[in-house]
């Protein structure tokens, strides 16, 4: 069940005219939800109805001048289970959280809810955010919207699902690698992995500080701007949030010789989908066509960049993890039998935190932390941690370089379409490599979409990345703008 296909611009102004319209709207939005999540597992959890009648009524008791104000009105909007949402179980799709209800509310959600959204529930991810399939999850395995008997990419599956499925016109999802982008271009829609700070990380459950970034779904690029342009901005909650720019990067304008930029490294890149090739093929030749300058670019550090990557999430992974504890947060397990781990005569403390951590973790997080743990050790920090952030620095200054000729950086958002249940599973590598084209994005801190762009034999969705520099945020949305109305 779908909600209205209108765009946000259009829908909005209707449901201020009218309470009987937008109760309506949100009922349908309701049965959308509790229909994605009985057929596709896209959501953890759902609004309490007493929470969804008090927001109703909150909304509807504003004068019309009030309600003028919020670009948001009435609008549907799914959360990540991964982002707080005060008094809602915030899980991150673990055993360990199960219990776990912030007192707070994000900042972006907070802004959100400001300019007039309504939440309606929270949505399925790999567990903490560690995965690109969303199989890791302890609630079970997201399936695609098309095709059950596949994956909807990770770890926001559950959003891109949500989404896709039209249970909401909006959702939020996060991006530490690709996580925003790979299930939007599995599941065919808009997903925005804004500059790094650009939106708040307040309230987002850590994965990798330096690279995490709260993402934007939508089904049209200009819903994806009204989103982003309700919930970006400095935060004092955030040290990290971006003041941007007095001047902002040129807008997209193809009529002044817009140069699009493809990396020469990804053109012979392994592993490419005969179909997604040439599908790029022809996302170059419609930008040419549109009077664009098509010009080629190196990224010759890029071919380390998913090494890079790897090292720098899950270090980090492993620092931001040690919070999970069964004190700080948590669900304790006081014990293991005697025989587990440590044996009979450890630590009662030491006891705890193993079975806590070891009973509440799953297969893909333990690893992450042991290997992240790892890196961090002395004796390999060097050669390995501080190495890759060597490599790191070099990856954004010939991003920098490549921003100097050209405007845009386009490529695949995925080497594939959507893979089936099970095909990556235990399979560590493979979770990582097809990340090639997305994570350079995170290494820069740089703003990237991915836009649908065709499918492939099959009918699966197949996505485009555009990648621009920091702040180019609009000039994202006027490029995904201008490629939907030649789409076709």
Not at 434 to 459: C, Q, R
């Amino acid at each position: 069940m779908a909600v209205s296909g209108k765009k946000l611009r259009e829908l909005v102004p209707t449901l201020r005219a009218d309470e009987g319209r937008l109760h309506d709207y949100i009922n349908e939005a309701v049965k959308g939800a509790v229909e994605a999540k009985i057929k596709h597992n896209a959501y953890i959890s759902l609004v309490d109805a007493d929470r969804l009648d008090d927001r109703l009524r909150e909304l509807t008791s504003l004068p019309d001048k009030k309600k003028a104000k919020l670009p948001l009105y009435g609008v549907p909007l799914a959360v990540k289970d991964n982002i707080c949402w005060k008094g809602a179980p915030t899980t991150c799709a673990s055993k360990i959280l199960a219990n776990y209800r912030p007192t707070y509310t994000a900042t972006v959600v907070e802004r959100l809810e400001a300019a007039g959204a309504v939440v309606l529930g929270k949505t399925n991810l790999d567990e903490f955010a560690f995965g690109s399939s969303n199989e890791t999850s302890a609630f079970g395995p997201v399936t695609h919207p098309r095709d059950p008997s596949r994956i909807p990419g990770g770890s926001s599956g559950g959003s891109a699902v949500a989404v896709a499925a039209g249970s909401v016109p909006l959702a939020l999802g996060s991006d530490t690698g690709g996580s925003t982008r790979q299930p939007a271009a599995f599941c065919g829609v808009y997903g925005l992995k804004p500059t790094y700070g650009r939106l708040s990380r307040h309230g987002l459950v850590a994965f990798a500080s330096s690279m995490d970034q709260i993402g934007l779904f939508a089904k049209n690029p200009d819903d994806l701007r009204l989103a982003f342009e309700a919930c970006a901005g400095p935060d004092s909650a955030d040290a990290t949030s971006a003041v941007p720019p007095e001047i902002f990067p040129e807008n997209f304008d193809p009529c002044a010789g817009f140069a699009v930029g493809y990396v020469r490294e990804h053109r012979v890149a392994e592993g490419v989908q005969p179909e997604v090739a040439k599908s790029f093929d022809r996302l170059l030749e419609k930008f040419a066509l549109m009077g664009c300058r098509v010009v080629e670019v190196s990224l010759p550090s890029g071919v380390h960049s998913i090494a890079v990557y790897v090292l720098t999430a899950l270090a980090e992974a492993s620092a931001n993890l040690a919070r999970f504890d069964g004190v700080n947060y948590g669900v304790r397990v006081e014990d293991m039998p005697d025989d587990a781990v440590f044996g009979p005569r450890a630590d009662r403390l030491l006891r705890m935190y193993a079975a806590t951590r070891g009973l509440g973790f799953g297969d893909e997080v333990k690893r992450r932390i042991m290997l992240g743990t790892f890196a961090l050790a002395e004796g390999y920090y060097d050669a390995y941690y501080l190495r890759a952030q060597r490599v790191r620095t070099k990856i954004r200054r010939e991003l920098d370089e490549a921003f100097s000729k050209v405007g845009l950086v386009v490529s695949p958002t995925f080497p594939t379409t959507a893979f089936k249940l099970g095909e990556i599973s235990g399979k560590p590598l493979a979770t990582f490599l097809g990340d090639m084209f997305t994570n350079p994005a995170n290494l820069a801190g740089l703003p990237a979409l991915s836009v649908p762009w065709g499918e492939d034999f099959s009918g699966l969705p197949i996505g485009m990345q555009l990648m621009g520099p920091a702040f180019s945020e609009e000039r994202l949305f006027t490029a995904a703008e201008a490629l939907a109305a030649v789409a076709g």
